[in-house]
Structure formats: structure tokens, C-alpha cells
């Protein structure tokens, strides 16, 4: 790809672009970044091959996280002024490049290399992808921006399920004694496994990269009537810097919102596998066998990916902020319920967890259409990245309250239902404040509003006026586009559902 290629300017769609090419291109990028939440397979042989505790290990991922949320605030604005093709360009070099550095650090048993490639370049490559085909959605789908922010952050759900069984056959490959249940592979396979998936996703991110367009000044797609667009409540049609807009209360109020739902679906998912055991545990043995605490992993990971998709699409009807009332609204009742009634039963138990979930994953999507609605579009993709900073910070507190409370409560392997009680009450205290913090947002202050003066002059420069198009035909280029991304999402869904299966 020739550098050229990444300037803004090149990278204006023509009259009559079909804008359903720019989905997979998020996709395309999404998928590859959401295998940060796949590193539990390789987690138990990196502790074999560093001698390490499992403390130790995830500092590697909480350094990434960490890292995402950084990054994405520092490069947010260069992502919105440098455009889309530029920023997918340089998040894939990162995140293949910190499997490469985090390969090198395997081989040669340096876990600083680890932390050093896929913690931070890795992290880095992670921020940066994230958003940076999220502002380029919002603006190609005016009329449906949940939609639009659902299919894309979607992909990162898809991304783990996708990364687990392809990283599982991939160390079956590189190491014949490897073995599924105890999850240790030799570290050079590990190690081989790294340089595979930085190839694999370096391609696809490229390829999302090729395919990414911004429409034209003005472009609006057909039908669509930006001046309605102010009828609806909190939905604005001015535009606010990403400067001015962490100045408003608005920002802040989403910010402990995010915080909030995130910290509270933390409180499940980073306790999955052992909270079902522990729930229905007879004595010193659970009743829910290992293979079937892994098929409840794989439904809530089914539940995390349906919920990106498909509330973040229902905002688009009932409105964002109705939205958010139900995801931490509903959650608190859900809480309280698994909390007193989920050792009751299985199904009751995994129903309860799996709702909140999706909440948890329709959460992460919905929030830049929300972002477009009290801010609009200037520089929603650098917004975004600043708000971004509360998944860093959840990322960190929801695991050390759960630990810490369950730390307290006994031994790992030894704990019951009730033992789980405080952390999940807090949970429910926590989802209290974001519902409040929720409740409490309001249109943003005309002080805060862009000049149209300064946004003309902060425009792209060189870019074509077109007041609307009409998405060409069905073309060869669009089939394989949705099919490139289509395949590998299918195949991730497939085996995540093979393993929900052996909770039931």
C-alpha cells in the first residue's frame, strides 16, 4: 500500500459509493483486535514457560486494556483529522507488530518482552483500531447509527470467539502433545502462535484499511432528512469539539455510566468459569462439570456478541438514553435475582448471567451513537476515545473488588452461592450510580457548540460536494468484502456454540 493511499484526501468516496463496503471494513479490523479477550488460552502455558503466577500472566492483559483506553484518548483527535485509512493502517502495524515483539519475548523467555510488545504496542494497536472506524460508520449511517456502531463493535465480540478455537487448533499444530484440558502448549509453540495470528490479522486489518471511505461533504444517503433529526430528544444537530466536550457534564455523566456497566459485567466474566462450579457445588464437588463451566463461557461469549448487535440496533428505535435505563435499570434486578435465586437452577443461572451480558456487550455499542447524539459528528471519534479511558479504569476495579470480596470469603475451589453475595450485591450499588448518572443527562449547552466557521475551516481539504447518492447495484467487490469477514465470524460463532452445548 502505497503511503500515499493513507491521506484523507484519498480516501473520499465517489458519487453513488455503496456505503454497505464500509461494515466490513470495521469488521475487518474489529475482528483481529478482539482477540485481546482470547488470552485465556494461552494463559496457563505462559505461566509454565516464565515460571510465573497467574498474577504475573495478566499483567499482560491488563496492560493492553490499559493501554487501549490511553491511547485511544491521546490519538483520538489524529484519528478524526488524519482520517480512517491512516489510523486502521497504523493500528494493524502495532497489534501485529506487539505479537511479533511478545513472540521474540516467548522464544527467548524474557516476559518483559511480553509486557513490552503485546501489552503496550499491542495496546496501542488496540486503541487505535478501536475507534478509528467508529466515527466513519456514525457518519456513513446518519439514519442508523446504532445499527452502524453495533455491526462494527460487534466484530470484537466476534473477534474472541473466532481467536479461541483457531488459537487452540493452531498449538494443536505447533505441538503435538498439546492438550486441551490442562491448556498448556510447549513455548515455542506459543511462541509460533504468535507469529501466526500478527500474519493473519496484519492481512485482514490491511485489507479493512484498503476498503475504508469517507463520504463526501454534504453526502447524505437518500432519504434521509437531517433536519428531523433534531425532533428527537437528546439527538442534536450542532457539533462539539472533543476539547470542549469533556467539559460538559454530559461527558462526565456518560463517562461514570460506562464506567459502571462495565465494571459490572467485569464482575461475571472475569469470574465465569469458576462462579457457575461454586453455585451448585455438593460438598467439596460441583455439580457443573469443567467442560460444562467451559460451555458457559461460551453462552455468555454468544450473549456478549448478540447484545452488540442487536440492542445497540433497538437504540436506534427507542432512543439511547431509554437504552442505557434498561441495561443498568434491568441489570440491577437481574443481579439481585442471580444474587438470591441463581443457585435455584442452571438455566435460571446462565439465562440470568447471559442477559446481563449482553447488556454489558450492547453497552460498548451503543455508547458512540450515543456520543453522536449529544455531541454530533465533528470529532466523535475523538470523543469516543476519551471516554474510552472508563473501560481502562473498570478493567482494573472490577476484577480487585470481585477478587478482593471473594478473597475474603475462602479459598478458591471451596466457595458457595452465597459466598458470591456481597460481590454481586456491590454490583447492584454500583449499577445504581450509572442509572442515576444516566438519568441526569440533558441536552448539551449551546456554549459548547463548533462555529460553522471553525468547522469550514477544519474541514478535509479537496473534498467533493455531493448532497446525496443513490448505493450502487450489487458489485463483485461487496460480495467479497462481507464474505471475507463473514466466513471467519461464522466459524467463531459455530464453535462457540459447539462449546455452550456441553452446559446442557
Known sequence: MSLDLLDRERTIAPAGFNRWLIPPAALAVHLSIGQVYATSVYKASLVQRFDASLTSIGIIFSLAIVMLGISAAVFGTWVDTGGPRRAMFTAALFWAGGFMVGALGIATSQLWLVYLGYGVFGGIGLGIGYISPVSTLIKWFPDRPGLATGMAIMGFGGGAALASPL????????????????GIASGPAVAKLFVSLGLIYLVLMLFGAWLIKVPADDWKPEGFDPSMVRSKSLVTTNHVSANNAIRTPQFWLLWIVLFCNVTAGIGILEQAAPMIQD??????????????????????????????????SASDAIGRKNIYVMYLGVGIILYTLLAFQGSSSTTLFALLAGVIISFYGGGFATVPAYLRDLFGTY????????????????????????????DAQGEPGALVASDYRPALLTMVGILAVGFVANLAIRPVNDKYNESDESLEDDAGTGTAKVASTVDKPLSPLLVVAWIVVAVPLIYGIYETVMKAANLF
Do not use: C, M
Open 167 to 182: 488459537s487452540a487448533k493452531l498449538l494443536k499444530i505447533f505441538d503435538d502433545s498439546y492438550d486441551t484440558a490442562t
Open 279 to 312: 453455585f451448585f457445588r455438593e460438598g467439596s464437588t460441583s455439580t457443573v462439570a469443567a467442560a460444562g463451566a467451559g460451555g458457559f463461557v461460551g453462552l455468555l461469549s454468544l450473549f456478549n456478541l448478540a447484545g452488540r448487535f442487536g440492542w445497540s
Open 379 to 406: 470529532q466523535v471519534g475523538a470523543i469516543h476515545g476519551r471516554l474510552l479511558t472508563a473501560w481502562a479504569a473498570a478493567g482494573v476495579v472490577g476484577p480487585l473488588i470481585v477478587n478482593r470480596i471473594l
